[in-house]
């Protein structure tokens, strides 16, 4: 089956070489049934010397049974070393997949449990894992494993999947190899291999009709009798086939209780001997198909020699049949002490509604969510959905979109919304189906009819059910903000306050959101959640992200940031999958502007993976921005454009203004630097363009200070000063230290004095100290390339170097080489980066809040560091200042504070 597959066979070798030296990857061998590719995985297998293999196998029959595929893959580590060395709430979240019982749990846990045990077991010894035939394994179990194949890089784990037909959005975007025909040399010596005696003549045929399929090729040409002529045209693997003839008639001449136990082997999910011998025939029932090459059997196990071959015995039996022999595994099940399994046969029998079994489903559903299974539980309730008569049917199947939903799988929670809509002859499922389909657009649709379904679902539940009519009204206004609505984000806080007044202050700071005038005490995260309400308190998802939010538009971005922190341990402990994109989001751009850069490309990288993961276009989207951002400001013009482009391709069909605004932001902001005002001025200003797809009002208020350096260097003083004039009267009253900061560098370089403009620049450098360091830098780049065209070079010389050491601490090469081309007339030269006598960003940073009369303990809560690192970088750097203890930093000039 291998011959022709020397380039499959070569990846395979190259990858289990790399992990052997220590690099983990995946790779997923797609084809048409046939191809080769559970040859490939057995291949694999049989290389896989030294390292440990853990192997599994979809079955149709099981692919919506919750941890299916996890039972399988990973039983061989249950009770080893490898899980109980997992942190606790980890183990106990393997161990309740594994029908072992533990405490609750949530997807988010649970995949990052399985990603974690493999790099256990993977710390003793390389790890292959195998999977065959994907598409039929639970979404639960391909949701974790591929959650686990996209984190695996730096470590010795190598998973291989295979799946016939097109990759599932689980998959997507993991390495493939795609299986095609073979040669036609490759395909006539297997052919030739497997060929009888006097079968010669019917060669040319065969190799027609099998289309270089390897299985086809080996069953044709040992059974040529059975070779008729039919259409050419027909795929090799299709029902008609010559293929499927083939085997068909192989499997038809089995004996009576051979075909039952095959069609028992194909439903069931294990194929252990022992569930189908409890199904009351006798196991050597199989040893004709032994014989025929259909089954092996092995320790215990009965497999079928192809995937195929599964397939093909179920197709091949009629639904009475079907559903009896999920009567019989049913039994089989209870008596050997199986209740999940057995009841999903059991279900998977009946032959009408039954609301014994949709009721025990429904409770079934439960207790699978709560073991992190919320993937799998859509399936269960879907399944009880169509077991149910009455109103019971509607509200089970909004349920399992619901929780579709929850475990990012949009598309299906889309197609159980639909199939409830068939249902609106209630209120209550009315509100339901608003619901669900307001929360998957408000993650991968368009924003405004996110924001109009989300309100009206809560307010048909305002009265009977305020806490959720709240939380969903604080989603709505999510959805408003991205899709630039402020009069409609604002009427969402005000409906707010009116179904709970608990609310009030909350409300206050919602509707005031983009306004930028919460003062720093009233915004404090910490306090907001002290505060909160009972109904806040009661969520885990809101009671963290409505403080995170909240504090991240006030002046203090800093304790927003520490917050945030907490608010994503908390999320990886508690939280969703679906759900970690949002701080995620809000953690990722706080760090951008607080100048943890590398933070904030770590965290938007791995938003942009679960975003992709749960199918959340809107996110990418958002994170695709933040990521267009960082590359702007390093000067990487080519990833700048292409996480750009990506943004834009999902957030203006999506009505996703507040990402497209920022994408166009960062383009703005890379022509810039490259001196391309004119296309800099283009980009910018479509942000306050109102007609332009990428405007949003808060972002191109925040990006004033930028449009007006572009219009001034482009030549447009005039069009500069209507900006600068019409964000006036906005940052006047807003309480944010960014806001005044950026209006005092319009202000400066708008100015016509050399006195004003002096003190503006000067205003603007020490308003925006120490929260915003690359703002801190513009403004000292900008006020010292003034300085040396009005031939005060002594002044400008401290200037651009903390512009330049601040510039090259964050990684902004482009920005720190105009700082080093501009401080070098002056008569200083830049600072090499090895250069012993400069500040570091992080020294600079601590010095400067030292100055301020600030302790190490409140130095190191602003900046993330403990009391005992301040007190390290305080020690390098007074050398470098030439002062001996803190109470002399506070002497020294700012422009001192330099290391220059």
């Given at each position: 089956?291998?011959?022709?597959?020397?380039?499959?066979?070569?990846?395979?070798?190259?990858?289990?070489?790399?992990?052997?030296?220590?690099?983990?990857?995946?790779?997923?061998?797609?084809?048409?049934?046939?191809?080769?590719?559970?040859?490939?995985?057995?291949?694999?297998?049989?290389?896989?010397?030294?390292?440990?293999?853990?192997?599994?196998?979809?079955?149709?029959?099981?692919?919506?049974?919750?941890?299916?595929?996890?039972?399988?893959?990973?039983?061989?580590?249950?009770?080893?070393?490898?899980?109980?060395?997992?942190?606790?709430?980890?183990?106990?979240?393997?161990?309740?997949?594994?029908?072992?019982?533990?405490?609750?749990?949530?997807?988010?846990?649970?995949?990052?449990?399985?990603?974690?045990?493999?790099?256990?077991?993977?710390?003793?010894?390389?790890?292959?894992?195998?999977?065959?035939?994907?598409?039929?394994?639970?979404?639960?179990?391909?949701?974790?494993?591929?959650?686990?194949?996209?984190?695996?890089?730096?470590?010795?784990?190598?998973?291989?999947?295979?799946?016939?037909?097109?990759?599932?959005?689980?998959?997507?975007?993991?390495?493939?190899?795609?299986?095609?025909?073979?040669?036609?040399?490759?395909?006539?010596?297997?052919?030739?291999?497997?060929?009888p005696s006097g079968s010669a003549g019917y060669r040319e045929t065969v190799l027609a009709a099998a289309g270089g399929n390897p299985l086809a090729l080996v069953e044709l040409a040992r059974t040529p009798a059975e070779v008729a002529e039919d259409d050419s045209t027909t795929p090799v693997?299709?029902?008609?086939?010559?293929?499927?003839?083939?085997?068909?008639?192989?499997?038809?001449?089995?004996?009576?209780?051979?075909?039952?136990?095959?069609?028992?082997?194909?439903?069931?999910?294990?194929?252990?001997?022992?569930?189908?011998?409890?199904?009351?025939?006798?196991?050597?029932?199989?040893?004709?198909?032994?014989?025929?090459?259909?089954?092996?059997?092995?320790?215990?196990?009965?497999?079928?020699?192809?995937?195929?071959?599964?397939?093909?015995?179920?197709?091949?039996?009629?639904?009475?049949?079907?559903?009896?022999?999920?009567?019989?595994?049913?039994?089989?099940?209870?008596?050997?002490?199986?209740?999940?399994?057995?009841?999903?046969?059991?279900?998977?029998?009946?032959?009408?509604?039954?609301?014994?079994?949709?009721?025990?489903?429904?409770?079934?559903?439960?207790?699978?969510?709560?073991?992190?299974?919320?993937?799998?539980?859509?399936?269960?309730?879907?399944?009880?959905?169509?077991?149910?008569?009455?109103?019971?049917?509607?509200?089970?199947?909004?349920?399992?979109?619901?929780?579709?939903?929850?475990?990012?799988?949009?598309?299906?929670?889309?197609?159980?919304?639909?199939?409830?809509?068939?249902?609106?002859?209630?209120?209550?499922?009315?509100?339901?189906?608003?619901?669900?389909?307001?929360?998957?657009?408000?993650?991968?649709?368009?924003?405004?009819?996110?924001?109009?379904?989300?309100?009206?679902?809560?307010?048909?539940?305002?009265?009977?059910?305020?806490?959720?009519?709240?939380?969903?009204?604080?989603?709505?206004?999510?959805?408003?903000?991205?899709?630039?609505?402020?009069?409609?984000?604002?009427?969402?806080?005000?409906?707010?306050?009116?179904?709970?007044?608990?609310?009030?202050?909350?409300?206050?700071?919602?509707?005031?959101?983009?306004?930028?005038?919460?003062?720093?005490?009233?915004?404090?995260?910490?306090?907001?959640?002290?505060?909160?309400?009972?109904?806040?308190?009661?969520?885990?998802?809101?009671?963290?992200?409505?403080?995170?939010?909240?504090?991240?538009?006030?002046?203090?971005?800093?304790?927003?940031?520490?917050?945030?922190?907490?608010?994503?341990?908390?999320?990886?402990?508690?939280?969703?999958?679906?759900?970690?994109?949002?701080?995620?989001?809000?953690?990722?751009?706080?760090?951008?502007?607080?100048?943890?850069?590398?933070?904030?490309?770590?965290?938007?990288?791995?938003?942009?993976?679960?975003?992709?993961?749960?199918?959340?276009?809107?996110?990418?989207?958002?994170?695709?921005?933040?990521?267009?951002?960082?590359?702007?400001?390093?000067?990487?013009?080519?990833?700048?454009?292409?996480?750009?482009?990506?943004?834009?391709?999902?957030?203006?069909?999506?009505?996703?203004?507040?990402?497209?605004?920022?994408?166009?932001?960062?383009?703005?902001?890379?022509?810039?630097?490259?001196?391309?005002?004119?296309?800099?001025?283009?980009?910018?200003?479509?942000?306050?363009?109102?007609?332009?797809?990428?405007?949003?009002?808060?972002?191109?208020?925040?990006?004033?200070?930028?449009?007006?350096?572009?219009?001034?260097?482009?030549?447009?003083?005039?069009?500069?000063?209507?900006?600068?004039?019409?964000?006036?009267?906005?940052?006047?009253?807003?309480?944010?230290?960014?806001?005044?900061?950026?209006?005092?560098?319009?202000?400066?370089?708008?100015?016509?004095?050399?006195?004003?403009?002096?003190?503006?620049?000067?205003?603007?450098?020490?308003?925006?100290?120490?929260?915003?360091?690359?703002?801190?830098?513009?403004?000292?780049?900008?006020?010292?390339?003034?300085?040396?065209?009005?031939?005060?070079?002594?002044?400008?010389?401290?200037?651009?170097?903390?512009?330049?050491?601040?510039?090259?601490?964050?990684?902004?090469?482009?920005?720190?080489?105009?700082?080093?081309?501009?401080?070098?007339?002056?008569?200083?030269?830049?600072?090499?980066?090895?250069?012993?006598?400069?500040?570091?960003?992080?020294?600079?940073?601590?010095?400067?809040?030292?100055?301020?009369?600030?302790?190490?303990?409140?130095?190191?809560?602003?900046?993330?560091?403990?009391?005992?690192?301040?007190?390290?970088?305080?020690?390098?750097?007074?050398?470098?200042?030439?002062?001996?203890?803190?109470?002399?930093?506070?002497?020294?000039?700012?422009?001192?504070?330099?290391?220059?």
């Amino acid at each position: 089956m291998l011959h022709g597959r020397e380039h499959e066979l070569d990846v395979l070798d190259r990858s289990l070489l790399a992990v052997r030296g220590g690099k983990g990857g995946a790779l997923v061998l797609s084809g048409e049934p046939g191809m080769g590719k559970t040859a490939l995985l057995r291949a694999a297998e049989a290389r896989a010397d030294g390292l440990t293999v853990l192997s599994a196998t979809g079955v149709e029959a099981e692919a919506e049974l919750a941890f299916a595929g996890l039972h399988q893959l990973l039983g061989p580590l249950s009770g080893t070393e490898y899980v109980d060395g997992l942190p606790e709430p980890l183990r106990h979240a393997v161990s309740a997949a594994l029908g072992l019982g533990g405490p609750d749990c949530t997807d988010l846990v649970l995949y990052t449990a399985v990603a974690r045990l493999l790099g256990q077991a993977a710390a003793r010894h390389p790890v292959l894992v195998t999977v065959d035939d994907v598409q039929w394994w639970d979404r639960v179990s391909a949701a974790a494993l591929a959650f686990a194949a996209r984190r695996i890089a730096t470590q010795p784990v190598l998973v291989l999947v295979a799946v016939s037909g097109e990759a599932g959005p689980y998959l997507a975007g993991l390495p493939a190899l795609p299986l095609t025909g073979l040669p036609p040399t490759a395909a006539g010596a297997v052919f030739d291999e497997h060929a009888p005696s006097g079968s010669a003549g019917y060669r040319e045929t065969v190799l027609a009709a099998a289309g270089g399929n390897p299985l086809a090729l080996v069953e044709l040409a040992r059974t040529p009798a059975e070779v008729a002529e039919d259409d050419s045209t027909t795929p090799v693997v299709a029902p008609g086939s010559r293929l499927h003839r083939t085997l068909g008639a192989r499997v038809r001449r089995m004996p009576a209780d051979t075909r039952l136990l095959l069609l028992l082997l194909a439903l069931d999910g294990t194929g252990r001997a022992d569930v189908l011998a409890g199904a009351g025939l006798d196991i050597a029932a199989l040893v004709p198909a032994e014989k025929a090459a259909l089954v092996r059997c092995a320790g215990g196990h009965v497999r079928f020699r192809h995937p195929l071959l599964r397939a093909l015995v179920r197709a091949d039996a009629d639904a009475a049949e079907i559903r009896a022999a999920h009567r019989t595994l049913a039994d089989s099940l209870e008596t050997s002490g199986e209740p999940e399994r057995a009841l999903w046969h059991r279900s998977l029998s009946a032959e009408g509604p039954d609301e014994d079994l949709a009721a025990r489903l429904d409770e079934r559903s439960a207790a699978v969510a709560r073991c992190g299974g919320l993937a799998g539980a859509a399936s269960v309730l879907r399944l009880a959905a169509r077991l149910s008569t009455g109103p019971r049917r509607p509200r089970r199947l909004a349920a399992a979109g619901y929780a579709a939903w929850k475990s990012g799988q949009p598309d299906l929670a889309r197609s159980l919304a639909a199939e409830c809509a068939a249902h609106r002859n209630e209120p209550e499922v009315n509100a339901a189906i608003d619901r669900l389909n307001g929360l998957v657009a408000l993650g991968d649709g368009d924003q405004r009819s996110a924001y109009d379904m989300l309100t009206r679902s809560a307010m048909s539940r305002a009265g009977t059910a305020p806490g959720e009519a709240v939380g969903l009204l604080f989603m709505a206004a999510a959805a408003a903000h991205h899709a630039d609505l402020p009069g409609e984000l604002a009427a969402a806080a005000r409906r707010i306050v009116a179904i709970d007044g608990g609310f009030a202050e909350y409300g206050g700071l919602l509707a005031g959101l983009t306004d930028a005038a919460a003062d720093a005490e009233t915004s404090d995260p910490w306090r907001l959640r002290d505060r909160a309400p009972e109904h806040l308190r009661a969520s885990d998802v809101h009671q963290w992200l409505w403080p995170l939010v909240l504090s991240s538009f006030g002046p203090r971005p800093g304790r927003a940031y520490e917050f945030g922190l907490e608010a994503v341990a908390e999320f990886t402990t508690n939280g969703m999958h679906a759900i970690v994109t949002m701080p995620e989001l809000w953690l990722a751009e706080l760090a951008f502007e607080l100048g943890f850069w590398e933070q904030s490309g770590t965290r938007a990288a791995e938003g942009l993976r679960s975003a992709h993961d749960t199918g959340q276009r809107s996110r990418q989207a958002d994170f695709h921005a933040v990521l267009a951002m960082l590359a702007a400001t390093r000067g990487e013009s080519g990833d700048c454009r292409d996480h750009a482009r990506r943004c834009h391709d999902l957030a203006i069909p999506l009505g996703n203004r507040l990402a497209a605004a920022r994408a166009s932001w960062a383009l703005g902001l890379l022509e810039l630097a490259r001196g391309n005002h004119d296309l800099a001025v283009e980009h910018l200003a479509a942000l306050r363009d109102p007609a332009a797809p990428t405007a949003h009002g808060y972002l191109g208020r925040l990006a004033t200070a930028d449009l007006v350096e572009a219009h001034l260097r482009a030549g447009q003083r005039n069009r500069a000063r209507q900006a600068a004039d019409t964000f006036a009267p906005w940052a006047n009253a807003s309480t944010s230290p960014l806001a005044r900061s950026r209006l005092a560098r319009c202000r400066a370089l708008l100015s016509e004095h050399d006195d004003d403009t002096d003190k503006l620049f000067t205003t603007a450098l020490a308003t925006a100290a120490p929260d915003h360091p690359f703002e801190q830098a513009r403004t000292a780049l900008l006020h010292g390339e003034w300085l040396r065209r009005v031939r005060r070079p002594a002044r400008a010389r401290p200037l651009l170097r903390q512009a330049h050491e601040i510039f090259r601490g964050l990684g902004a090469r482009v920005w720190a080489h105009a700082a080093a081309g501009q401080l070098r007339p002056t008569g200083a030269e830049p600072v090499a980066p090895s250069g012993g006598d400069s500040l570091t960003h992080r020294e600079l940073q601590v010095v400067r809040l030292a100055a301020g009369g600030l302790s190490n303990r409140e130095i190191g809560a602003r900046l993330f560091l403990s009391p005992r690192t301040v007190g390290h970088h305080l020690y390098r750097a007074f050398p470098k200042l030439g002062v001996a203890n803190r109470a002399q930093l506070r002497s020294l000039e700012p422009e001192e504070l330099t290391g220059g």
